[in-house]
């Protein structure tokens, strides 16, 4: 897989860092800029050259994601991931950071952290709590270097010792990588008759009336008018109850929808992801699930 020059450019920076001791590094990527191709090279050379590799997620979607990229490119590799059968033995291995941390730290231990070389940490700023450190720092007392890749690197300052840009979003747009972006704002919202709490907009009503003002009063409007041959669309609801609730108005106005959610299981998530890139679904509606490194095909 033919790599862009700044994912070529971050391996050569990931590569000389480690060279000179480095150990820690946080590797910042726009979103688009092809960190997934980024882990299967980084995988690729630290394999030729007799090493072990586990990439760490925090996500089902990411999981499945990464593990399908590896896949494809004819990677073997292991997955430790809840509801997965492990094969432990495999030099490189996928990991649910979170299973990872119960099955090795917890109390009812059953495996020891994989004996990697090269630590990959996927959203690594999300990855920052107290027993994530404990799982880096098994590996980095062993002798690995650890990455953790995020296109947000705050708060991961006391984690990381260096840090490398893959590219920027100009770089990215030049190059075609990414394109520009329209961005629309709602309309003003009326706020005369809500509640007024020391000083503040009462939160609940306040809440309420931006919802019937302009969350469920022009969403389905707007879009027909700036999509109108309705293209594929990821809707980002603010809660479950909600994104249920967008999924059901496009649907009963003609535009199929569908609604996923951290208890939509693998299976049926897959179901909507095809369906939608076949353009049977106009909409996928989401609470917390297409934020991260979600990858359309």
Not at 33 to 56: A, D, Q
Request: proline letters at 3%; aromatic letters at 6%; hydrophobic letters at 35%.
């Amino acid at each position: 897989m033919q790599l862009w020059n700044h994912q070529e450019r971050t391996v050569g920076k990931i590569e000389k860092l480690r060279t000179s001791g480095e150990k820690r590094i946080c590797v910042q990527g726009p979103t688009g800029s092809g960190k997934t191709i980024t882990f299967l090279e980084l995988t690729k050379r630290e394999i030729e050259n007799g090493g072990r590799v586990v990439i760490y997620t925090n996500r089902k979607t990411l999981r499945a994601q990464i593990s399908g990229v590896f896949e494809d490119a004819g990677v073997d590799h292991g997955v430790r991931a809840a509801g997965v059968k492990p094969s432990l033995m495999r030099p490189v291995q996928v990991s649910s950071l979170q299973t990872e941390r119960a099955r090795t730290l917890g109390k009812d231990s059953r495996w020891d952290a994989h004996d990697a070389t090269l630590v990959i940490v996927d959203e690594a700023h999300s990855n920052r709590q107290a027993m994530a450190r404990k799982m880096l720092d098994i590996h980095l007392s062993a002798g690995a270097t650890v990455l953790g890749f995020t296109a947000t690197p705050v708060g991961i300052g006391s984690i990381y010792d260096s840090m490398v840009q893959m590219a920027s979003l100009e770089e990215l747009r030049g190059s075609g990588v990414l394109v520009p972006c329209d961005v629309y704002a709602p309309s003003e919202v009326d706020m005369e008759g809500v509640k007024v709490t020391a000083g503040e907009y009462n939160r609940r009503d306040s809440a309420r009336r931006v919802r019937e003002a302009i969350v469920f009063g022009e969403v389905i409007k707007t879009w027909r008018e700036l999509n109108p041959e309705s293209h594929p669309t990821v809707l980002f609801a603010p809660g479950v109850p909600e994104s249920r609730w967008f999924a059901k108005q496009f649907s009963d106005q003609g535009h199929k929808a569908e609604h996923i959610d951290a208890r939509t299981s693998q299976k049926k998530r897959a179901e909507v992801f095809k369906r939608w890139a076949d353009g049977d679904i106009k909409v996928v509606c989401n609470f917390g699930i297409l934020r991260e490194g979600f990858d359309l095909k």
